[in-house]
């Protein structure tokens, strides 16, 4: 398997994320949102950093997964899947070259 494309495409998503951590800070969402306006604008206000909040650990997540594919690669099993061994699909590995499971066993992991 050639893995220089998911390489490259694990390297971009992760120079991406990296790129928007600084792009706009939370504390200065969260300052801008004491105590201004009424209720409504308050709550509008909380629900927005509620969703950086989320933003912000989902791309963690998606991180510290591209370093473990990154590892894999270095390691030479990458595009195994890490619960049955079996060969990760092209076109998956294309979709999300960071993920760790075949979709077989990712939708048992689901159900």
């Known amino acids: 398997m050639d ?3 998911y390489k490259d ?3 971009r998503k992760r120079a991406d994320i990296l790129s928007e951590v600084g792009t706009k800070p939370l504390q200065a969402t969260m300052d801008n949102n004491t105590r201004q306006g009424d209720l409504a604008d308050q709550a509008s206000g909380n ?3 509620h969703i950086q909040l989320k933003l912000k650990q989902t791309d963690a997540k998606i991180l510290q997964a591209i370093e473990e594919a ?3 690669l270095e390691q030479g099993n ?3 899947c890490l619960d049955c ?3 990760i699909a ?3 590995l294309t979709a999300i070259p960071w993920t760790r499971m075949c979709i077989t066993c990712k939708e048992k992991q689901a159900s």
Do not use: F, T
Request: net charge negative; proline share 5%.
């Open 3 to 5: 893995v220089s494309q």
């Open 9 to 11: 495409a694990l390297l």
């Open 47 to 49: 629900n927005e950093v």
């Open 70 to 72: 990154l590892y894999r």
């Open 78 to 80: 990458y595009g195994e």
């Open 85 to 87: 061994g079996e060969g």
């Open 90 to 92: 092209p076109a998956r």
